[in-house]
C-alpha cells in the first residue's frame, strides 16, 4: 500500500504547481473524432482562463470537443489502474487545475494512470447541452476509449474507475448508475466497450440527493467532503445511506473544515487536513482495495 507524508506530499504539490499554467499531460484525445452529438457545426473556440483577483485557479469553458488527456505514470511505476477524472464547475466551466490536472499528476506519484475529462457544459449561458444526456455520455465514451485503447496506456480494463469533483462529482455518480456493456457487434472499437467504471470517487458531489439510485451492481465508492460545506452536508448522507442500502462497500469522510470546492492546492488559504492530505485517504482505500498493485 502506498503511504506517505502529508509533508512530503504538499512538496510534490509544489513540485507540481509551481508554474505559471496549468500542467500539462500527454496529448489531448477527443472523445467523438467525427464530432460530438448535438455538437455538429458549433466552431466557436473552447476558452481558458487564468486566475484573477477573485479566483486562484484555472477555469475551462465553452466545451464542444469533449476529450480526454492522459497522465501516464512512469511504466517502472505504473500499477494498471485508470482514474477518469471530471473536474467541477457547476456545469457552467471547468476548474481544470486544482480538480483535475493537479489532481493527475498526483495519482501518477501513487503509479495510477489519470485521464482528466473535458465534458459538455449544461449550464454554461446559452447551452442547449444537458447533464443526463450530452455531459453523462461524454463520461461514458471516456471510460469506452481508456478500455479501448488499455494496451497502449498501459491499464488493466477492469480498473477503470471515475473520480469527480463538485458537479463532475454527480456525473460520476451518474456514469456509476447509468451504463452498458458495450456493443460487441460494432465495427467502432470504442464502442464494443462497456462503460460501467469498476469503482467511483465522489469529491463534494453535486446532485439532488433524490436523484441517487443505486443497486447492488454499483462499483465500490469512496466519498468524501467537509461538514461545512452546505453540498456535502446535504449529499453525502443521503449517498452513503443509498449505497449502503443497495449493499455497495463504500467508504465516507466528512472533514469539520474545509467547505467547497478545495481540490488540490499548492497553497491554501488554510491549511486543514481537507485540503492538504485528503488525497491520503483517498490512497489508503485504494491500496485497501487492490488498486495500488497490478
Not at 464494443?192 to 465500490?220: A, E, H, S, W
Not at 449517498?239 to 474545509?258: N, Q, W
Request: with cysteine.
Amino acid at each position: 500500500m502506498f503511504h506517505t507524508r502529508p509533508a512530503v506530499a504538499l512538496w510534490i504539490l509544489t513540485a507540481m504547481l509551481g508554474r505559471a499554467s496549468p500542467p500539462e499531460g500527454g496529448k489531448e484525445v477527443p472523445l467523438w473524432p467525427s464530432g460530438a452529438p448535438a455538437a455538429q457545426g458549433v466552431t466557436s473556440k473552447e476558452i481558458v482562463e487564468g486566475p484573477d483577483g477573485k479566483r486562484d485557479h484555472y477555469i475551462v469553458r465553452n466545451i464542444h470537443n469533449p476529450s480526454i488527456t492522459p497522465f501516464l505514470p512512469p511504466k517502472d511505476k505504473a500499477n494498471g489502474t485508470a482514474v477518469i477524472i471530471a473536474p467541477g464547475g457547476g456545469h457552467r466551466y471547468l476548474a481544470i487545475d486544482i480538480e483535475g490536472t493537479a489532481v493527475a499528476n498526483y495519482l501518477n506519484t501513487i503509479g495510477v494512470s489519470a485521464f482528466v475529462l473535458k465534458y459538455r457544459l449544461a449550464r454554461e449561458e446559452g447551452s442547449h447541452y444537458t447533464v443526463e444526456g450530452d455531459a453523462l455520455h461524454d463520461a461514458q465514451q471516456a471510460i469506452r476509449t481508456v478500455r479501448s485503447r488499455a494496451a497502449e496506456w498501459g491499464v488493466n480494463p477492469e480498473k477503470v474507475g471515475i473520480m469527480g469533483f463538485s458537479a463532475g462529482g454527480e456525473l460520476a455518480a451518474l456514469a456509476s448508475m447509468k451504463y452498458d456493456g458495450g456493443n460487441a457487434a460494432a465495427s467502432d472499437p470504442v464502442e464494443k466497450q462497456g462503460c460501467r467504471p469498476d469503482f467511483q470517487i465522489l469529491i463534494y458531489p453535486g446532485g439532488n440527493p433524490d436523484m441517487f439510485v443505486f443497486t447492488k451492481d454499483t462499483p465500490v465508492t469512496f466519498l468524501l467532503g467537509a461538514d461545512n460545506d452546505p453540498l456535502t452536508a446535504r449529499n453525502a448522507p443521503a449517498i452513503y445511506l443509498a449505497l449502503k442500502k443497495a449493499g455497495v462497500p463504500t467508504e465516507m469522510h466528512v472533514y469539520v473544515d474545509g467547505g467547497h470546492g478545495f481540490g488540490i492546492r499548492e497553497h491554501p488559504k488554510q491549511k486543514l487536513p481537507s485540503n492538504t492530505s485528503w488525497y491520503l485517504r483517498l490512497a489508503d482505500w485504494m491500496g485497501d482495495r487492490g488498486l495500488l498493485t497490478r
